[in-house]
């Protein structure tokens, strides 16, 4: 008998659910449909049920996440540990097999026209970067904005990826119908960290030319200096560097958080620090001592403080994010 096909072709293209029972059953290996790209990275198109995700404890209520997995492939991201929902691990799979929500548009589009959409802050960019360079040909993120621009819907987009400006019209007719805030995530300078822990982003002076840029075209565009990482970027020196840094460029605000290690991107980021940078580990053992998510609160203060100091210094006090 011949084997049956992994995705019965009624469905089309398999759905995130589809997906995770086949990764179950045989590993990443079952993704036969899964497009292998000259980036090294595997992407598997699928359906989604739906694109607005409902979130709670957080400053929004909805998020919007185009792709999942992410070929930035930070070491530290706390997305990798939402890779385990599709039964990949938070390792390499999180940066090279990519989900690809190919009809996320369409069914963004149904749900903004319900008499119950209210038009509330919608978050892009929480769970992967939509501005990863998949987008280059999907543009699933440019549709998107697109969708919530016609229906006046509020956006907060997160992303590390200077194609970011590409879209600048949309951002600027959001801007206009509704309210819009970019922000671009560069948690530091240093271009030796940048090339150890943030193997496939852009340079950090890319994406402040992207801030730059955004801001010159009237958007409300600003820096996340997320996460600062103990050790290597939480030094006043390079905080002070990075601020500076992104003032000059006319970023709107600056915001700041250390480093926060969820299961999965625990395990994977102290392997890699491990490798790139051992004399730290025992360090971040103490830090992170008995499994803890979080630095120690007077650590945490501490770097805070320095934060705000800075923050005042270069008089970045009444543009930072509300």
Known sequence: MDQLPLFPLAFHRPTTRDVADAVRAGGTAALTDARLRSDHARYQEVRCRSALNRVANMPFKWTLNPYRGCTHACHYCFARRY????????????????????????????????????????????????????????????QALERLAASGTPVGL????????RDTDVLQELSRRARCTVYLSVPHLNEDVWRRLEPGAAPPLQRLKAVERLAAAGIRAGVLMAPLLPGLTTSRSSIEETMRAAREHGAAFVGAN??????????????????????LVEGYERLF???????????????DGTVAEVRGMLDLRDRAAS
């Open 158 to 165: 997160v992303t590390k990826g200077p194609m970011v400006v």
């Open 258 to 279: 250390v480093l926060r290690l969820d299961a999965g991107t625990r395990e994977h980021f102290l392997r890699i620090l491990a490798v790139e940078y051992p004399e």
């Open 289 to 303: 001592a008995g499994g803890s998510r979080t630095v120690p609160r007077d650590y945490a203060r501490a770097v």
């Open 83 to 142: 890779h385990a929902q599709f039964e990949m691990g938070a390792g390499d799979e999180f940066a090279s097999v990519i989900l690809v929500k190919v009809n996320l548009p369409a069914v963004l589009a149904r749900e903004l026209a319900r008499p119950s959409w209210t038009r509330e802050l919608v978050a892009v960019g929480t769970a992967t970067d939509p501005y990863q360079p998949i987008e280059g040909e999907y543009r699933l993120t440019r």
